[in-house]
């Protein structure tokens, strides 16, 4: 029998099982297995998970199963499109905008990592993010930082619009049953709901779209209802312990 897979991921926050959208992405992809996990220590993962829903796949915990071939298209469209016009936007908004960073983000961690990793570990993260963006537009990206940013937003906004048409009054993207697609988009468009951010522009716009809070709504609803279906978790519960996979064989 083959050691359980498991996950080590940033704690829950705002309202959400995790607070980084990478983690949160593999924790909802578990719900429509009946998957949930065990509990470890934060600091054995000080940086971001980058474990996807593949991964799942890989184990042969598949949510794509049933879709057909134009489905499986669009679930790779859709994904690029976030990556290109909304994964940006959201890095600005936790870790550029001074006021986002210093009054939400950078508290939270500071709050949330133990002394003394939380004096220098939130503002590693916040130059590796700014290190991410210049990856992505190049070292000019700040030299017109306000024509930059009007741009970002816009483009962002067109695509949370485009996600809610293709939505539509459906329970998730592809029907009633939830797919790989739903556990992306929820992990990107969740902590932009659920945070208390100072400098909400664009968290206003996606209010604005009923539908698309819905979904969120439901998804995390869903995720809280998932049995354990025996996995083994540790009763503390407190900022060092962290849900996990551990997925039995």
């Known amino acids: 029998m083959a050691a359980p897979m498991e996950l080590f991921c940033w704690a829950g926050g705002w309202g959400l099982p995790s607070v ?53 298209a669009d679930t790779l469209a859709f994904v690029s499109l976030l990556e290109e016009k909304l994964l940006p936007v959201l890095i600005h908004i936790f870790w550029v905008d001074a006021k986002n960073y210093v009054e939400h983000t950078r508290k939270w961690y500071a709050e949330n990592i133990p002394f003394p990793l939380n004096f220098f570990l939130p503002n590693c993260m916040h130059k590796q993010h700014l290190e991410r963006l210049q990856l992505m537009w190049g070292d000019g990206y700040m030299e017109d930082e306000e024509k930059l940013e009007k741009e970002l937003y816009r483009d962002a906004r067109e695509c949370l619009t485009l996600l809610s ?76 312990w962290q849900p996990c996979w551990a997925m039995p064989s």
């Open 20 to 72: 980084d959208p990478d983690c949160l992405a593999v924790l909802v992809s578990g719900a429509p297995l009946g998957r949930r996990g065990k509990k470890r220590r934060r600091w054995d993962l000080p940086l971001p998970c980058r474990i996807t829903p593949v991964a799942l796949a890989l184990q042969k915990y598949n949510a794509d199963y049933d879709l057909s071939a134009t489905q499986g």
């Open 165 to 240: 048409q293709r939505l539509g009054s459906q329970k998730f993207f592809f029907g009633d049953s939830p797919a790989s697609l739903d556990a992306f988009v929820f992990s990107r468009l969740a902590p932009l709901l659920k945070a208390k951010l100072p400098n909400g522009k664009l968290q206003q716009h996606l209010k604005s779209l009923q539908n698309l809070c819905n979904y969120c709504t439901s998804i995390l609803t869903r995720w809280r209802r998932t049995p354990t279906n025996g996995a083994t978790s540790c009763c503390q519960c407190w900022w060092g």
